[in-house]
Structure formats: structure tokens, C-alpha cells
T-cell receptor, first 115, second 111 residues
Framework: GAVVSQHPSWVICKSGTSVKIECRSL??????MFWYRQFPKQSLMLMAT?????????EQGVEKDKFLINHASLTLSTLTVTSAHPEDSSFYIC???????????FGSGTRLTVV | QKEVEQNSGPLSVPEGAIASLNCTYS??????FFWYRQYSGKSPELIMS????GDKEDGRFTAQLNKASQYVSLLIRDSQPSDSATYLC???????????FGSGTRLLVRP
């Protein structure tokens, strides 16, 4: 079945630094990729939708200059958390959709801790 | 009003019982519905998808969809302790393919 690889699985960074998270579709071309954030004991909140070769569409309340998303190819999307602060500590999960396939495949998630 | 609503639980059932999880959604044009299971600290994993009114069965799992009532449910038969997890209902917003999640229901299956 479809596989999405996400890494790193966890990262600790200092406040003020930037962190890049990668999401790769290994055996299919991802028409659209989605980035979610999940705080403890809460559900997944959609941050943005990215389509290959175009700018990401951000959900209301998500700062596009802070959460930079690049979807340069049909198999790779990256999320960069710029100038990270402790309140950005969360579980970030990517998801990929393949063309007309209704299914969505999720990455394994990245646990970000900002100290 | 939230787009996708679930009872947060926890729903506690004894081993071997049927667990019933419910979800309502607000967007009448939604056509695709998904149930995911998420263990603590892990990414969601797909259990079932359903697109048409009625029931869809897959092993111990049955998804039920009623578009008129904007309601989707998941039944887990012969519940096992390993089924203890948070179950997330997700609805695809067809105009944009966005997948919106409910807050999840925590299920506890007692041995």
C-alpha cells in the first residue's frame, strides 16, 4: 500500500531556531499534501494544504511566514517552523493524497519540542 | 458549530462487547467519511472509509452512514483490549479535498 515517510520522528531545538520537517511519498505521486498539528489530548488541526508547484493554502489563524511549506515535487513536501518558540511544541503530522484516489496516507509524525 | 463532532469519552466497554462510536458533521455536501484509530504518541491509521448511505463491514468493524441525518458511526464487535485507543472521525470537504477531523473518542476495553 501507499507509504508516506516523515522525518525526523522527533526533534528538540532551542527557542529562536528553525526546524525543517520532511514528508515523502515513497511509492506514489502525491497530488496534494496536508500538514496537521496535534497538541496533547486534542485532535488533528489542519494547518495547510500544499499542491505540487504552487503556494500552500493556509488555514485561518496559521501564520504562513512562520510555518513555511514547500512542495517542490510530487513526492516531497517540507514544513519549516521558523523562529520556533515553546508554544510551537507539538506533534506535526503530514498526509498525502494520490490523484483521484480517495485515500489519504499519513506520515508517522514529528514530535517537536522547543526549549 | 464544529464541522465534525464526537463525544470525547472515554467509552468503556468490557472485552468481547460491541463498542459504538458516533460522529456528526455539519457540511451537507460532504461525501467521503473516514474512521481512524490513533494510539497515544502515534500517527492515525485508517480503519474504514464509507461513501454511501448504509452499512459497510470489514472484519470486526462496521461503519454506518446516514447522510440525511449527517451522522456516521463505527461499531467494533468482539472488542479487544488492543482496540483501546482514540478513534477519530474524519470528513472530506469535497470542494477542497481537505480532511477535517473530529476531536476523537477515547475507547477503553476492559479485560
Amino acid at each position: 500500500g501507499a507509504v508516506v515517510s516523515q522525518h525526523p520522528s522527533w526533534v528538540i531545538c532551542k527557542s529562536g531556531t528553525s526546524v525543517k520537517i520532511e514528508c515523502r511519498s515513497l511509492d506514489f505521486q502525491a497530488t496534494t499534501m496536508f500538514w496537521y498539528r496535534q497538541f496533547p489530548k486534542q485532535s488533528l488541526m489542519l494547518m495547510a494544504t500544499s499542491n505540487e508547484g504552487s503556494k500552500a493554502t493556509y488555514e485561518q489563524g496559521v501564520e504562513k511566514d512562520k510555518f513555511l511549506i514547500n512542495h517542490a515535487s510530487l513526492t516531497l513536501s517540507t514544513l519549516t517552523v521558523t523562529s520556533a518558540h515553546p508554544e510551537d511544541s507539538s506533534f506535526y503530522i503530514c498526509s498525502a493524497r494520490e490523484g483521484s484516489n480517495y485515500g489519504y496516507t499519513f506520515g508517522s509524525g514529528t514530535r517537536l519540542t522547543v526549549v | 458549530q464544529k464541522e465534525v463532532e464526537q463525544n470525547s469519552g472515554p467509552l468503556s466497554v468490557p472485552e468481547g462487547a460491541i463498542a459504538s462510536l458516533n460522529c456528526t458533521y455539519s457540511d451537507r455536501v460532504s461525501q467521503s467519511f473516514f474512521w481512524y484509530r490513533q494510539y497515544s504518541g502515534k500517527s492515525p491509521e485508517l480503519i474504514m472509509s464509507i461513501y454511501s448511505n448504509g452499512d459497510k463491514e470489514d472484519g470486526r468493524f462496521t461503519a454506518q452512514l446516514n447522510k440525511a441525518s449527517q451522522y456516521v458511526s463505527l461499531l467494533i464487535r468482539d472488542s479487544q483490549p488492543s482496540d483501546s485507543a482514540t478513534y477519530l472521525c474524519a470528513v472530506r470537504m469535497d470542494s477542497s479535498y481537505k480532511l477535517i477531523f473530529g476531536s476523537g473518542t477515547r475507547l477503553l476495553v476492559r479485560p
